[in-house]
């Protein structure tokens, strides 16, 4: 809303906001002004006082002043019901693209003091209302939906009160120096078969490759060529027959999911593939590596290894396009 103000309005406001994790509600950052009834009724109070001039009565006067006080002193309340009212994001929800992304907000009063009908709001968003009358702080959660991955960075929060009559409406904007996560839409589960490996599993290690460095697996007899240092020479000085030892490796069981496997070559639907398969891999307990231009996650499970990876896919391209 004040992005759209004419740019002399928008500088004199933007120091009343600035980007912030906490705002204390104040003198210089609350506006009041009377509402549609509050205007209807200085209406009827201008009515009253012309007619009380016309007569010169004196209770039509008495009238007037008491419908002209009962409005000041409504404005008086609705502005302190704003006033000392701190607010603090606490913590974005990472969430996927075309989902909602839920705040977590703190608000907290002075002490001995009560705060009611405080509504928080993104327009054509999420709402919410909340009263601090047992305790001095509160949390509420709110939701903003999203429609790309990468960086959320949250607009404008809009609070505002009517309490005590709905005579006047008190407002004033939070702007919120906080970030949450969007992660790339999955792809639908079935779309892009699951990576799997045609490796051996009979092995705890993985499949047995011949030709190996690691581990003995056995003698063979010996064939020209072999290296003088793999014989078998104390078999050789027990039998008198030419052996030669033979060592293998094992393959890993990792799986790895490599932006250079996927068939399509858009950036946004190859990121929506892997999402997927990293959800699947996760919800098979399955241990996987990511793979990606310039970064290679190494293969792990679990909770924290999942959210390593969301977060490469989510940013992947969008921190080097702002730097």
Not at 105 to 122: D, G, M, S, Y
Not at 278 to 301: F, M, N, R
């Amino acid at each position: 809303m004040l992005e759209t103000w004419p740019p002399q309005f928008a500088h004199w406001f933007k120091p009343r906001w600035p980007r912030t994790r906490t705002l204390t509600l104040g003198q210089r950052n609350i506006f009041i002004l009377p509402s549609k009834t509050a205007l209807a009724l200085l209406g009827l109070i201008a009515v009253l006082f012309l007619l009380g001039i016309n007569f010169q009565n004196a209770l039509v006067y008495g009238v007037c002043f008491w419908l002209f006080a009962l409005l000041i002193v409504n404005l008086l309340h609705t502005w302190r019901n704003l006033r000392g009212l701190s607010i603090t994001a606490i913590h974005i929800q990472p969430c996927f693209a075309g989902e909602k992304a839920v705040l977590e907000l703190e608000l907290a009063c002075p002490p001995k003091q009560q705060k009611f009908a405080i509504k928080l709001a993104w327009p054509e968003e999420d709402a919410v209302q909340v009263n601090l009358m047992t305790t001095q702080t509160v949390r509420v959660k709110l939701s903003h939906s999203t429609q790309q991955r990468g960086h959320f960075n949250p607009p404008r929060l809009h609070i505002s009160t009517h309490y005590p009559t709905g005579l006047a409406v008190a407002w004033s904007y939070l702007a919120l120096e906080i970030t949450g996560l969007v992660y790339p839409a999955p792809a639908p589960k079935h779309q892009q078969p699951y990576p799997t490996n045609s490796l051996d599993s009979t092995h705890p290690s993985g499949q047995t490759l011949s030709g190996g460095s690691s581990d003995f697996g056995g003698i063979r007899s010996y064939q020209t060529g072999d290296s003088p240092k793999q014989i078998h020479w104390s078999h050789y000085a027990k039998t008198g027959k030419l052996n030669t030892k033979v060592f293998v490796d094992y393959a890993s069981h990792d799986l790895w999911l490599d932006w250079a496997n996927l068939a399509n070559s858009g950036i946004e639907p190859r990121l929506s593939q892997l999402c997927r398969q990293v959800l699947d891999a996760h919800q098979a307990q399955q241990q996987y590596g990511l793979k990606l231009p310039g970064l290679v996650i190494p293969p792990s499970k679990g909770e924290a290894h999942q959210a390593r990876c969301l977060q490469a896919l989510a940013l992947f391209g969008v921190e080097h396009a702002q730097g």
